[in-house]
């Protein structure tokens, strides 16, 4: 009555399925819904817009590089929403924007897109020596 039993193996066997049987999941949503793309994906696109507008009308700003950073690097009284930096003999002029301190400002995506604009714009302004108003003339108007 008494059965061997068999020794267990020294290695582990590989999974070719996940814990429950049922193969692996797919993705969660189609890549042409909004919900595939990112937090950070679709800000970017926020900013984008942004950019592309005040081209339009400034020409000279496709010389200007905009970036997304998350947050500020060094920690401050107030927390900004961007930052500019003017062009050397090394580099273009650079205009940042922060993205989680302007998402925690805002509820919902169109007043984020609102405050990145004014954002970007306000950036533009300093960095070529002009008032927000005549860089963008529909500047702080909802």
């Given amino acids: ?3 061997p039993v068999p020794p267990r193996p020294t290695e582990p066997r590989p999974r070719r399925r996940d814990r429950h049987g049922r193969g692996m999941r797919g993705p969660v949503a189609p890549p042409q819904v909004p919900l595939a793309t990112s937090r950070s994906e679709s800000f970017r696109d926020l900013v984008q817009d942004s950019v592309e507008r005040l081209e339009r009308r400034w020409p000279q700003l496709a010389d200007v590089d905009f970036l997304v950073l ?4 060094a920690p401050e009284e107030s ?3 961007g930052s500019s930096v003017p062009a050397d003999k090394e580099r273009p002029a650079t205009v940042v924007i922060y993205r989680r301190p302007v998402e925690i400002r805002t509820k919902n995506r ?3 897109a609102m405050l990145v604009h004014e ?3 306000e950036q533009v302004a300093e960095l070529l020596g002009l008032a927000p108003e005549s860089v963008d003339p529909r500047y702080g108007q909802d």
């Fill in 79 to 81: 927390v900004p929403l």
């Fill in 119 to 121: 954002v970007v714009v």
């Fill in 110 to 112: 169109d007043e984020r």
């Fill in 1 to 3: 009555m008494d059965s």
């Fill in 70 to 73: 998350d947050v500020p690097g």
